[in-house]
């Protein structure tokens, strides 16, 4: 795990501009830097790194890594490199380090461009082949790892945090005001529809997809992979056993590190159920988990009967209002954005707990929902898609007394809603007239859904997974680890794992009242019932008031005072939200918003009142 960047381009950043990037990326890479310079064809080359050892802790792994006439700089982890240096040992390569970065670059120069089809692992790489005279750059099939890129003035800058195209270039972006409207009105899931970051002209190399880079100019993504959503014939029991099988082998390759492994737990079972797979794998489990004392989030009874039941190390920490924006003030300078949700506030405890307990390396539930079906509204989805069984009666009646009793939204109450409704996504865009209101001017976009496959669930998941939700967790997750140099790893988003997922008949997802279904199946004997078969939806989570003190006067003073976003928000609509009742969850979460997006804008403006190449970011 690491920090990269660099340019290709007439312009070459100057000694002081590379210093800042490096000393503002040694967050994500404390513990070596290095930097490569040479021309490529008419234009000049510049690649940097920062280390966050993991693997072969060794300085010989240290990058940027030259061997045979190539350069790589490279963020991540393959997890099956292991598998791969055997292959290519037989094929007649020999190694001199332990890490998988030397399996990265001899991997390129044996497969070449196919070399990504064989990485299992979250990556962005950038990768010099002086005699093909070209830049390939690539990135992992889910997104885990950033590569942000800016065509700007002549040359291309790409990097793994925004901040370092902007003091490579010494030049601060626009933002993207749009793109803040957007978030403010309709939420996290509508951000990476139309855009992929908030400034203009700054994009992402698409997840899944390389491209060769011969020139300053905006790179050409191309697919390595595609994910294939079409059932299979299979037996409720070997989808279970198959789901168990692909579990236990991705956590398995996700456990390889020369460094110890802490597990993030909440209440949930995607966690609970990794941690009990390293139980069984006989590891010790230093788990952490964060403890809301607001009814609706508080998780701690079930986390207490995992780490019972496991003989886990707990380590907890709690929500609280003190120091909430300064706190998130930091948050959002180091994420170059507003932070996506309150969720991702509470992270942000659990990163700088494990940091300080002295681990490098979290292992999460992340992709979970999207593969087993984890949100209120697959269970409607699913049956809709049931409704011409002869057993329906019994399917809506397991629901009534099963996830029924849960669900608060009062069109969702409706089992059977899709059925009639197949295309409403009101659900997902919730206020979003009031919340348009808020703005001087009004904001309005329509909710879009891409069409992957016809099944209405599965489309729904997709979404989630590709452009909604998963998107937005892997941002704000890697960049809440990366700012206490910790790696995040997610097991579930391992690619023989989901592409099984996505094989089970629809039938198999939901059964006995029971979304996740499968996983939960899976999970039997691993962690207690109380756990596995609780219903209700967990996740490290917390309204609004757990973090802000609105008794406060000095907080509403600082809430309110000028500032960029009332060139946008309407201060006096602000100033009666910000004294009403925000239990409602779409009012918290838009108070949480309006928030972050205010500190984004003052962000911004401090960059351009400090250029980063000379005061660096803290």
Same mark, same amino acid.
């Given at each position: 795990?690491?920090?990269?960047?660099?340019?290709?381009?007439?312009?070459?950043?100057?000694?002081?501009?590379?210093?800042?990037?490096?000393?503002?990326?040694?967050?994500?890479?404390?513990?070596?830097?290095?930097?490569?310079?040479? %021309?490529?064809?008419?234009?000049?080359?510049?690649?940097?790194?920062?280390?966050?050892?993991?693997?072969?802790?060794?300085?010989?792994?240290?990058?940027? $890594?030259?061997?045979?006439?190539?350069?790589?700089?490279?963020?991540?982890?393959?997890?099956?490199?292991?598998?791969?240096?055997?292959?290519?040992?037989?094929?007649?390569?020999?190694?001199?380090?332990?890490?998988?970065?030397?399996?990265?670059?001899?991997?390129?120069?044996?497969?070449?461009?196919?070399?990504?089809?064989? $990485?299992?692992?979250?990556?962005?790489?950038?990768?010099?082949?002086?005699?093909?005279?070209?830049?390939?750059?690539?990135?992992?099939?889910?997104?885990?790892? #950033?590569? $942000?890129?800016?065509?700007?003035?002549?040359?291309?800058?790409?990097?793994?945090?925004?901040?370092?195209?902007?003091?490579?270039?010494?030049?601060?972006?626009?933002?993207?005001?749009?793109?803040?409207?957007?978030?403010?009105?309709?939420?996290? %899931?509508?951000?990476?529809?139309?855009?992929?970051?908030?400034?203009?002209?700054?994009?992402?190399?698409?997840?899944?997809?390389?491209?060769?880079?011969?020139?300053?100019?905006?790179?050409?993504?191309? %697919?390595?992979?595609?994910?294939?959503?079409?059932?299979?014939?299979? !037996?409720?029991?070997?989808?279970?056993?198959?789901?168990?099988?692909?579990?236990?082998?991705?956590? &398995?390759?996700?456990?390889?590190?020369?460094?110890?492994?802490?597990?993030?737990?909440?209440?949930?079972?995607?966690?609970?159920?990794?941690?009990?797979?390293?139980?069984?794998?006989?590891?010790?489990?230093?788990?952490?988990?964060?403890?809301?004392?607001?009814?609706?989030?508080?998780?701690?009874?079930?986390?207490?009967?995992?780490?019972?039941?496991?003989?886990?190390?707990?380590?907890?920490?709690?929500?609280?209002?003190?120091?909430?924006?300064?706190?998130?003030?930091?948050?959002?300078?180091?994420?170059?954005?507003?932070?996506?949700?309150?969720?991702?506030?509470?992270?942000?405890?659990?990163?700088?707990?494990?940091?300080?307990?002295?681990?490098?390396?979290?292992?999460?539930?992340?992709?979970?929902?999207?593969?087993?079906?984890?949100? $209120?509204?697959?269970?409607?989805?699913?049956?809709?898609?049931?409704?011409?069984?002869?057993?329906?009666?019994?399917?809506?009646? &397991?629901?009534?007394?099963?996830?029924?009793?849960?669900?608060?939204?009062?069109?969702?109450?409706?089992?059977?809603?899709?059925?009639?409704? #197949?295309?409403?996504?009101?659900?997902?865009?919730?206020?979003?007239?009031?919340?348009?209101?808020?703005?001087?001017?009004?904001?309005?976009?329509?909710?879009?859904?891409?069409?992957?496959?016809?099944?209405?669930?599965?489309?729904?998941?997709?979404?989630?997974?590709?452009?909604?939700?998963?998107?937005?967790?892997?941002?704000?997750?890697?960049?809440?680890?990366?700012?206490?140099?910790?790696?995040?790893?997610?097991?579930?988003?391992?690619?023989?794992?989901?592409?099984?997922?996505?094989?089970?008949?629809?039938?198999?997802?939901?059964?006995?009242?029971?979304?996740?279904?499968?996983?939960?199946?899976?999970?039997?004997?691993?962690?207690?019932?109380?756990?596995?078969?609780?219903?209700?939806?967990?996740?490290?989570?917390?309204?609004?008031?757990?973090?802000?003190?609105?008794?406060?006067?000095?907080?509403?003073?600082?809430?309110?005072?000028?500032?960029?976003?009332?060139?946008?928000?309407?201060?006096?609509?602000?100033?009666?939200?910000?004294?009403? &009742?925000?239990?409602?969850?779409?009012?918290?979460?838009?108070?949480?918003?309006?928030?972050? !997006?205010?500190?984004?804008?003052?962000?911004?403006?401090?960059?351009?009142?400090?250029?980063?190449?000379?005061?660096?970011?803290?």
């Amino acid at each position: 795990m690491c920090g990269i960047a660099g340019t290709l381009g007439v312009n070459v950043p100057d000694f002081h501009q590379v210093q800042s990037t490096l000393v503002q990326m040694r967050q994500r890479g404390p513990d070596a830097s290095g930097v490569f310079k040479t %021309r490529m064809s008419e234009n000049e080359l510049t690649l940097l790194h920062t280390r966050l050892s993991i693997i072969d802790l060794d300085p010989r792994a240290n990058q940027p $890594f030259e061997r045979h006439n190539c350069v790589l700089v490279y963020n991540g982890e393959i997890y099956n490199y292991l598998e791969l240096k055997h292959d290519l040992e037989s094929a007649g390569y020999k190694f001199t380090t332990q890490s998988d970065t030397e399996v990265v670059l001899n991997a390129y120069l044996h497969y070449g461009l196919k070399c990504f089809e064989y $990485f299992e692992g979250m990556w962005a790489i950038a990768l010099f082949d002086e005699k093909q005279q070209h830049l390939v750059l690539s990135r992992d099939r889910f997104g885990e790892k #950033p590569l $942000f890129y800016w065509l700007n003035c002549g040359t291309l800058y790409f990097a793994s945090e925004i901040k370092a195209l902007v003091s490579l270039s010494g030049q601060v972006p626009e933002p993207d005001l749009n793109q803040v409207k957007r978030y403010l009105v309709n939420g996290y %899931r509508s951000l990476h529809k139309h855009a992929s970051s908030y400034f203009h002209d700054i994009e992402s190399l698409p997840p899944a997809t390389f491209a060769v880079v011969t020139s300053a100019e905006k790179p050409d993504a191309k %697919r390595y992979w595609h994910l294939s959503a079409q059932t299979q014939e299979m !037996s409720l029991e070997n989808a279970i056993d198959g789901v168990r099988h692909h579990l236990n082998r991705s956590l &398995d390759w996700r456990l390889r590190a020369d460094v110890p492994v802490a597990f993030c737990l909440s209440g949930g079972i995607d966690s609970s159920i990794l941690a009990g797979v390293a139980h069984q794998k006989n590891r010790d489990i230093h788990a952490f988990s964060v403890i809301d004392k607001d009814e609706r989030y508080n998780e701690e009874t079930n986390i207490q009967a995992t780490v019972k039941a496991l003989g886990c190390q707990l380590h907890t920490t709690h929500t609280s209002t003190d120091r909430f924006l300064d706190r998130l003030a930091d948050l959002v300078s180091y994420h170059d954005a507003p932070v996506s949700t309150i969720s991702y506030y509470t992270h942000s405890f659990l990163s700088k707990a494990i940091s300080d307990a002295g681990f490098k390396v979290a292992v999460s539930g992340t992709g979970a929902d999207e593969l087993f079906t984890g949100y $209120f509204d697959h269970y409607s989805f699913w049956l809709a898609e049931m409704a011409d069984q002869s057993n329906l009666p019994k399917l809506l009646q &397991d629901w009534e007394k099963g996830y029924g009793r849960f669900v608060r939204n009062p069109l969702l109450k409706d089992p059977l809603y899709f059925l009639d409704n #197949p295309s409403f996504r009101d659900h997902l865009y919730q206020n979003t007239e009031l919340f348009s209101s808020f703005l001087t001017d009004a904001f309005s976009e329509k909710f879009v859904e891409n069409n992957y496959v016809d099944s209405l669930l599965r489309n729904r998941m997709l979404n989630e997974l590709r452009v909604e939700v998963v998107p937005i967790i892997l941002a704000e997750d890697d960049l809440n680890s990366m700012q206490c140099s910790i790696e995040n790893r997610s097991p579930y988003l391992d690619r023989q794992l989901v592409e099984f997922a996505y094989s089970i008949p629809t039938k198999h997802l939901i059964s006995d009242g029971f979304a996740k279904h499968i996983l939960r199946a899976s999970g039997r004997g691993l962690i207690p019932d109380m756990v596995r078969l609780d219903r209700r939806k967990r996740g490290f989570n917390a309204p609004i008031d757990s973090l802000l003190d609105r008794s406060d006067k000095n907080v509403l003073e600082r809430i309110l005072e000028p500032s960029p976003i009332f060139n946008i928000v309407d201060r006096e609509a602000i100033l009666k939200f910000v004294k009403q &009742d925000l239990s409602d969850n779409s009012f918290s979460k838009f108070m949480f918003s309006f928030v972050s !997006s205010k500190l984004f804008l003052e962000t911004v403006v401090s960059w351009k009142q400090s250029p980063p190449q000379r005061n660096g970011f803290h």
